[in-house]
């Protein structure tokens, strides 16, 4: 008789585990999905907080290194500018004014949290709405792309780097100009993938890999890495080793950009798809 | 009663802290080694919890936890997954007299060697579910495989060492 009553006991403990694994893995597989991940944007300021704290503290022991970071960002920045801007000639009387001719716009923030040792990783900035961010604005640090802002709140946005499963950026062989996708496998936080790439191109370990300005995230020609090893994919790409130029577990300090004619293009394309799908219907 | 309750729930937030401020931010030979200490405070809920309580504070010490690692409902899974084990790993470790319903799993009242074996067994299957559930992939087992043994030594030898320097054996009714 104890021993029934006793298995009944352990039934229900079983069962009531099962209802609770339940609504786990209900709210797990519900944000996997990032951009519907609303969590985030109700967590980001009392956790951010914590994190900026802790932060500030670990930044005040690194500070030797942080401003050596800083030197050289500046240094960069001072290389970059004219790349800031684009002029576009169409003859000799054409208006040649720089200051309307900006493209890129940077801001800078500071990293309060930043993870690089999981399948989806994060970077948290201590920069929102409120200080200029929006969704889907670039970031790099001193040594070459970080990712892109997925999600912001007043105070706090959150980029999704290139460590995370979801990432796909278009860059291209800074030698030859042959281009492909640069994904990340998961495991090593320094090295990532770029696919795509035909078998005729010519490739060497250590040739450098850069941005296209394909997209409205980064401007062209931004560092990614180095070629560590290439291997054959299939008979017709090869699948490149990049070790990434950026150091994800030493960030501290990023920049944000914003391209002012992003609007622009995106409108564009807009309209572009709308033709297309017109004639397709006619 | 009141006081053993105020006394988990400071120390399920005092560990959640410690794992999101502090060891979540080993990263030893690439991330090979990442120890979640913050299921110590799951570990040292007193013997005679009931089983359903373990699994509640199971869940709610999942959620915070959550709050601060990324998505939301994988600790919380792993940590439900927990809180059905050490009952279990309780009951089949228990000395044949019985448990005194005043003993809570601390070194010092146990024994090194129970308390090893009881909590590499549950810092090995929460980790075994944790790694997997993130990655939802078999492929790079035996990475993974290594990942999770060499992160529970490390987990059960910083719980161990933990409560030689924060428990003296003078004090044993903590």
């Known amino acids: 008789m104890k021993n029934i009553v006793e298995l009944i006991k352990r039934f229900y403990v079983f069962l009531f585990y099962l209802v609770l694994q339940g609504i786990a893995l209900a709210m797990l597989f519900n944000n996997t999905n990032y951009h519907k991940a609303e969590f985030i944007r109700t967590s980001t300021d009392w956790v951010g907080g914590i994190y900026s704290k802790r932060a500030n503290f670990a930044q005040y022991i690194k500070l030797n290194d942080i401003n050596d970071e800083l030197a050289l960002e500046i240094a960069e920045l001072r290389n970059e500018r004219p790349e800031s801007f684009e002029v576009q000639r169409f003859g000799i009387d054409s208006l040649i004014d720089s200051t309307l001719n900006q493209r890129y716009y940077y801001r800078q923030a500071k990293v309060v949290n930043a993870t690089a040792n999981k399948e989806k990783n994060y970077v948290t900035l201590d920069r929102g709405w409120e200080g200029g961010i929006q969704p889907d604005m670039g970031v790099i640090a001193n040594g070459g792309i970080v990712g892109v802002v997925r999600s912001v709140s007043q105070h706090y946005s959150i980029v999704m780097p290139v460590l995370h499963a979801d990432f796909k950026a278009s860059v291209k062989l800074k030698k030859s100009g042959y281009y492909g996708s640069l994904i990340w496998g998961g495991g090593n936080p320094g090295v990532a993938d770029l696919i795509d790439i035909p078998v005729t191109a010519p490739v060497a370990v250590g040739d450098s890999i850069v941005t296209t300005g394909f997209s409205t995230y980064y401007p062209a020609g931004i560092m990614v890495g180095l070629v560590e090893e290439v291997q054959q994919a299939n008979t017709d790409t090869y699948l490149l080793k990049v070790r990434l130029s950026v150091d994800f577990r030493k960030l501290s300090y990023v920049m944000v950009i914003q391209d002012i004619r992003k609007n622009e293009l995106d409108s564009l394309n807009a309209q572009m798809e709308q033709m297309d799908a017109a004639t397709g219907n006619r | ?174």
Not at chain 2, 143 to 158: D, E, F, G, R
């Open chain 2, 1 to 174: 009663m009141l006081q053993q309750v105020i006394a988990n729930t400071v120390r399920i937030i005092f560990l959640v802290l410690i794992q999101a401020l502090v060891v979540g931010k080993i990263h030893l030979f690439d991330g090979l080694i990442l120890p979640y200490v913050y299921i110590f405070a799951l570990l040292m809920l007193p013997f005679q919890t009931p089983a359903w309580l373990v699994l509640i504070i199971s869940f709610f010490t999942g959620w915070l936890m959550d709050y601060f690692t990324g998505p939301v409902g994988l600790h919380v899974s792993a940590c439900v997954f927990l809180g059905l084990v050490i009952p279990l790993v309780n009951t089949f470790l228990s000395p044949r007299e019985g448990y005194d319903t005043s003993q809570r799993p601390t070194v010092q009242r146990m024994g090194i060697t129970w308390y090893v074996t009881y909590a590499s067994i549950c810092t090995f299957l929460h980790h075994t579910f944790l790694f997997f559930l993130e990655v939802l992939r078999f492929s790079d087992f035996f990475y993974q495989l290594v990942h999770i043994i060499l992160s529970s030594i490390a987990t059960v030898m910083l719980m161990v060492i933990g409560q030689y320097i924060i428990y003296n054996t003078k004090s044993s009714d903590q």
